[in-house]
């Protein structure tokens, strides 16, 4: 809608410009409620609340993030280890090989379910 927003005010649109301004203005209130549900329903459940907290001093991860992450995987504690997690985000490392030659450097091997 920023893109529309902006195509509209070049091309002098500027009943439609207020339109856009308005809906983008609507989408984010809409958006910060969502974060507060979000962030209420982790707060009320214990067992949420401290694995956002795991997710979350994993540095990158913020708790949009880790929201996402739990409500696409659910417990993840059936992982029984961080190692397990990790190869099932596609995010460990995997060398590329053939044969008794090794091609290229180590990179993330990209076959978990999220990737």
């Avoid at 809409?30 to 001093?57: A, C, F, W, Y």
Wanted: aromatic fraction near 4%; hydrophobic fraction near 35%.
């Amino acid at each position: 809608e920023s893109n529309r927003l902006e195509s509209y005010t070049v091309s002098g649109m500027n009943e439609v410009a207020e339109h856009a301004r308005s809906l983008i203005a609507w989408l984010d209130a809409q958006i910060k409620q969502l974060e507060v549900d979000m962030d209420d329903h982790i707060n009320r459940h214990p067992g949420l609340k401290h694995d956002v907290e795991l997710l979350t001093s994993i540095p990158g991860i913020g708790n949009t993030t880790a929201a996402r992450l739990l409500g696409q995987l659910g417990d993840i504690r059936r992982f029984g280890s961080a190692k397990r997690f990790a190869a099932f985000l596609g995010v460990t490392p995997r060398q590329r090989s053939s044969g008794t030659s090794i091609k290229g450097r180590t990179m993330m091997s990209r076959t978990g379910s999220l990737s």
